[in-house]
T-cell receptor, first 114, second 113 residues
Framework: QQQVKQSPQSLIVQKGGISIINCAYENTAFDYFPWYQQFPGKGPALLIAIRPDVSEKKEGRFTISFNKSAKQFSLHIMDSQPGDSATYFCAASTANTGFQKLVFGTGTRLLVSP | DAGVTQSPTHLIKTRGQHVTLRCSPISGHKSVSWYQQVLGQGPQFIFQYYEKEERGRGNFPDRFSARQFPNYSSELNVNALLLGDSALYLC????????????FGQGTRLTVV
């Protein structure tokens, strides 16, 4: 129940296209959902995060869509660029425990072709 | 403004040895969390410390321990190293304790031989 399932495992998108990464969870207590971008040899960088009281959040070319009833959320990268080529992780946490334990998905390796 | 800093960046240790990893959080952040990231997987939660107190612990053996200092920096200690402890160890800094933006350092790459 603590898992966050992420798909696809890898994704190739042409420059200018839309990249879509999906995540699903079981634990209905999760109430915070961040997305991270990680380049090889670096730590994850926070991209954007959403809470369940909104269905969509947009920051620049990055949009999170959230479907509470389906227990799914997704990251859309508009106008994808070669510099977006990285591994993307979704994550989830709950305030119920009194501490922040981010549960990460398994990652999606995105390659944006020029 | 300095981000989260971790040291060392790379480390090679022998099985059975002990290792100490260090983390300095973003200025003003009082919470430090530690994660282990095995190659090809997402990070796994080890500990969270806030105001020098352990707030949460993940599913890791007692060989893993940590502490937080009055200046909010933190150390992760691992005893009796195993080959399976080889991973990227990440420190995350945040202002609060729950559902708050967490910012990661570049990590310490630990190789156990």
């Amino acid at each position: 129940q603590q898992q966050v399932k992420q798909s696809p495992q890898s994704l190739i998108v042409q420059k200018g296209g839309i990249s879509i990464i999906n995540c699903a969870y079981e634990n209905t207590a999760f109430d915070y959902f961040p997305w991270y971008q990680q380049f090889p040899g670096k730590g994850p960088a926070l991209l954007i995060a959403i809470r369940p009281d909104v269905s969509e959040k947009k920051e620049g070319r990055f949009t999170i869509s959230f479907n509470k009833s389906a227990k799914q959320f997704s990251l859309h990268i508009m106008d994808s660029q070669p510099g977006d080529s990285a591994t993307y992780f979704c994550a989830a946490s709950t305030a119920n425990t009194g501490f922040q334990k981010l549960v990460f998905g398994t990652g999606t390796r995105l390659l944006v072709s020029p | 403004d300095a981000g989260v800093t971790q040291s060392p960046t790379h480390l090679i240790k022998t099985r059975g040895q002990h290792v100490t990893l260090r983390c300095s959080p973003i200025s003003g952040h009082k919470s430090v969390s530690w994660y282990q990231q095995v190659l090809g997987q997402g990070p796994q939660f080890i500990f969270q410390y806030y105001e020098k107190e352990e707030r949460g612990r993940g599913n890791f053996p007692d060989r893993f321990s940590a502490r937080q200092f009055p200046n909010y920096s933190s150390e992760l200690n691992v005893n009796a190293l195993l080959l399976g402890d080889s991973a990227l160890y990440l420190c995350a800094s945040s202002f609060g304790t729950v559902n708050t933006e967490a910012f990661f350092g570049q990590g310490t790459r630990l190789t156990v031989v």
